[in-house]
Antibody
Framework: EVQLLESGGGLVQPGGSLRLSCVAS????????MNWVRQAPGKGLEWVSAISGSGGTAYYADSVKGRFTISRDNSKNTLYLLMNSLRDEDTAVFYCAKNGRSGTFYNYFDFWGQGTLVTVSS | DIQMTQSPSSLSASVGDRVTITCRASQGITNYLAWYQQKPGKVPKLLIY???TLQSGVPSRFSGSGSGTDFTLTISSLQPEDVATYYC?????????FGQGTKVEIK
């Protein structure tokens, strides 16, 4: 059974940093690209970042480019999102999501974690 | 970047009604289109991928169609458990953009 468990969310002041983690199980982690998707309170889904199975290629939404860094440790089956220079508008639930097919970057997301809440406020 | 526009933003229908949600891409995306369902307070769930392929376990009253720029999600007979917000998503290239969502309620 596929499981994705996020952690690391919390309250942080504007300009601060936070690192999110997502521990995966139930599938061959290194074979799948992974993603972060966020949802601000009462708002829709926003794709944030994606990383290839090897970790060698990453993409970012324009809204976070230069501030967020996605990475993964395939030996620990863990996905990360390092968030720097946080802004009020980054307040959201952050979900990690697994690609539906192995070996391809451009794919739908077939499993989602439960999410972790990031609140940016002074 | 390609924009994804859903319509309507919300709808209210009776149990048993046929419901159709539209998603339009600002450029062609062939069939690289997925639909997700998010029930209140819950995690998004994949319903349909490649525009028309039903994800395993999804009730057959859900169906998808379209290619290129225009896509539809249809619920053939609306059930109370279908109350949710529905999102389309393109995945042919970065960024993996979502539509703004369509909230479905029971009349």
């Amino acid at each position: 059974e596929v499981q994705l468990l996020e952690s690391g969310g919390g309250l942080v002041q504007p300009g601060g940093s936070l690192r999110l983690s997502c521990v995966a199980s139930g599938f061959t982690f290194s074979s799948y690209a992974m993603n972060w998707v966020r949802q601000a309170p009462g708002k829709g889904l926003e794709w944030v970042s994606a990383i290839s199975g090897s970790g060698g290629t990453a993409y970012y939404a324009d809204s976070v480019k230069g501030r967020f860094t996605i990475s993964r440790d395939n030996s620990k089956n863990t996905l990360y999102l390092l968030m720097n220079s946080l802004r009020d508008e980054d307040t959201a639930v952050f979900y990690c999501a697994k690609n539906g097919r192995s070996g391809t970057f451009y794919n739908y997301f077939d499993f989602w974690g439960q999410g972790t809440l990031v609140t940016v406020s002074s | 970047d390609i924009q994804m526009t859903q319509s309507p933003s919300s709808l209210s229908a009776s149990v048993g009604d046929r419901v159709t949600i539209t998603c339009r891409a600002s450029q062609g995306i062939t069939n690289y289109l997925a639909w997700y369902q998010q029930k209140p307070g819950k995690v998004p769930k994949l319903l349909i991928y490649t525009a028309s392929t039903l994800q395993s376990g999804v009730p057959s009253r859900f169906s998808g169609s379209g290619s290129g720029t225009d896509f539809t999600l249809t619920i053939s007979s609306l059930q109370p458990e279908d109350v949710a917000t529905y999102y389309c998503q393109k995945y042919n290239s970065a960024p993996w953009t979502f539509g703004q969502g369509t909230k479905v309620e029971i009349k």
